[in-house]
């Protein structure tokens, strides 16, 4: 079964400086990766995916994420935050052969300080 | 507009009554599933459904059930609710196993 580990609960950071929220997770066969944000009190909205391609995927609102095969990661990176990004982030793996959707992370509260 | 539909949005319920979590979508969609939200776990998959009378169990399946009579609903039936159900459900769906989710809006559901 898949596995998928946020190492941050929660990160601290000033408006506009950069951060990244860490994601690894356990399968070694072909997956699929998303990242996916919930703002306060409501569902998940998709932020990026990487299904194939170019291992660097990037959002309308700029963050980014480089999935890494050998070091099974998938981690989310924006060069400037914003108040407005504050929000919960979960990290999400698919395998396209198994047919049950999506593992979740346990989630890393991004909390963006004046 | 493409959207899943989950009703209702909020519930307060005593242990032992059942009670049902209804969830639609209108984009289609083969794929449907059950999550449970709750704090430093992430979401859980409850049940899947990779199409009509197709189910299977996630990862959290004990004390729930859910039907797929129609590709369009997918509901979650709790038969006999308890306190440790408490928590934010989520409904989502897929076009296809990897492809992006769509989630409803959430049900917070409290069990006393």
């Known amino acids: 079964a898949q596995s998928v580990t946020q190492l941050d609960s929660q990160v601290p950071v000033f408006e506009e400086a950069p951060v990244e929220l860490r994601c690894n997770y356990s399968s070694s066969v072909s997956v699929y990766l998303f990242w996916y944000v919930q703002y306060p009190n409501q569902g998940l909205q998709l932020l990026l995916k990487?299904?194939?391609?170019?291992?660097l995927v990037k959002s309308i609102n700029g963050f980014e994420a480089e999935f890494n095969k050998s070091q099974t990661s998938f981690h989310l990176r924006k060069p400037s935050v914003h108040i407005s990004d504050t929000a919960e982030y979960f990290c999400?793996?698919?395998?396209?052969?198994?047919?049950?959707?999506?593992?979740f992370g346990g989630g890393t509260r991004l909390m963006v300080k004046p | 507009e493409a959207q899943v539909t989950q009703n209702p949005r909020y519930l307060i319920t005593v242990t032992g009554k059942k009670l049902t979590v209804t969830c639609s979508q209108n984009m289609n969609h083969e794929y449907m599933s059950w999550y449970r939200q709750d704090p430093g776990l992430g979401l859980r998959q409850i049940y899947y459904s990779m199409n009509v009378e197709v189910t299977d169990k996630g990862d959290v399946p004990e004390g729930y059930k859910v039907s797929r009579k129609e590709k369009r609903n997918f509901p979650l039936i709790l038969e006999s609710p308890s306190p440790n159900q408490t928590s934010l459900y989520f409904c989502a769906s897929s076009l296809f196993s990897g492809s992006e989710a769509f989630f409803g809006q959430g049900t917070r559901l409290t069990v006393v």
């Open positions: 999400a793996v698919s395998d396209p052969n198994a047919g049950n959707m999506l593992t």
């Open positions: 990487y299904l194939s391609g170019s291992t």
